[in-house]
DNA sequence: ATATATATTTAGGTAAGCCTAAATAATCGA
DNA sequence: TCGATTATTTAGGCTTACCTAAATATATAT
């Protein structure tokens, strides 16, 4: 793979630390990143000397205001980018999210205003990801993922991991998208499958699917 | 500056070829880029390895049929670019070179198929010049300067050159743009300005304004 | 044709990101 | 709490793209 940038590090690291709330170890952030282990310790010294973030050995990092500043910016590029090409480009949302890696790095500050603007200043990206507002605020939206639902619940789908290509393509071929409404026919617990209801058809979704479709009781 | 890549070395050293006609020398390379002369020696022999181009100590360098493609095909991605930011984000002629500069480099086939689909598969970019095919074609579009052009003609604006944002902001304020249709009143010989009348008003030219617009008799 | 000027290459260095293997620190189980 | 396992850092190297200054070609002018 190509070189990872300083904004690959600090993305990784903020995005790490959402997940687990603590300093992020170097390992956790080298598999992230696909890298050898010594070479997270290399970059991430270099970051600290920049005051991106604070590295103590044998700990982990954290991010710095500044680091998170960046993060923030970055994150909102990417999921511009994201937005722009699935709605001005004619993309669908498991082909987006790597052009939007690349693209994201590149962005003047220029670009990122037109493309707001041209979004229409949008609050989520196409997998119902939060965009990061101009001045780098987040509200992360917490929503409980299918695989916590209740049986018999109503939900709307608020926002889907885009982490799996192959999860955001089994649901576009079903065509259950963003803020499609579903109904919670069965939660199989022997394997964590449930099975939903939505256009009169019941679709069957596996463990790892459901842990990754997010909702909203609706 | 950042760091100049493989295509931006191939892409110079198409362009310089095109106004000189014979081997690019590697100081007139080193000028284009902004590095030492050094420093292209060190890179041309890293490209000729690979096979992109022809060099010969002493003698310059000439691009390679595979050297050719890559410059086409990054010349296509600038260029159709310049066009989308026009057209879908509203930049004007004086904003995008250097936008895409940065894009053309990250850009996708499947991203550069739909960047062309959006906009109809133009034959030029905002400035007029040539947008090399999907398959590496290029018409070399010849149209003479308006330095060339003999008094009391009546022209087309063809072609502006895209090298100084000056010229460029210029024309923009006049609202002289590409295709507008131009007389001219007055060639002056002392220092090679031209008095042009455009909507019923006369506009200079200064020497090196002229020799930077390129027309069409019409 | 030779001396001088100019163009080009060479040589030695730097910094960023990466790798692997060896060394060291932290953690966990008994 | 001690020894073993696991996590992390260090050390030594590689590649790319850059720099500057010195050396060497080439071109020019008399």
Redesign the pocket.
Same mark, same amino acid.
């Given at each position: 793979m190509q070189?990872?940038?300083?904004e690959d590090y600090i993305k990784g690291i903020y995005q790490l630390r959402r997940r687990t709330g603590a300093a992020v170890?170097?390992?956790?952030l080298a598999r992230h990143l696909k =890298?050898?282990?010594?070479? =997270?310790?290399?970059?991430v010294k270099?970051l600290s000397a920049k005051k991106l973030l604070n590295y103590v050995?044998?700990k982990?990092v954290t991010l710095t205001e500044v680091g998170v500043k960046l993060a923030m910016k970055t994150i909102r590029r990417h999921r511009l980018w994201e937005m722009f090409l699935v709605r001005h480009l004619g993309y669908s949302w498991d082909e987006v999210h790597e052009e939007a890696e690349r693209l994201e790095h590149v962005t003047s500050l220029e670009l990122e205003e037109r493309l707001d603007r041209a979004l229409g200043s949008p609050s989520v990206d196409p997998h119902g990801d939060p965009i990061p507002t101009r001045e780098g605020e987040l509200k992360e939206l917490i929503h409980p993922s299918v695989a916590e639902c209740r049986e018999g619940g109503r939900y709307r789908i608020a926002r889907v991991s885009d982490e799996s290509p192959e999860v955001l393509q089994y649901l576009k071929k079903l065509g259950l998208t963003l803020n499609k409404r579903i109904a919670i026919k069965q939660m199989i617990k022997f394997d964590g499958s449930v099975i939903v209801e939505w256009n009169k058809r019941e679709i069957f979704l596996s463990g790892l699917m459901a842990r990754n479709i997010f909702v909203e009781e609706a």
């Open positions: 070189n990872q940038s300083t170890s170097t390992s956790d =890298v050898g282990d010594g070479s =997270v310790t290399d970059m270099r050995p044998y982990g």
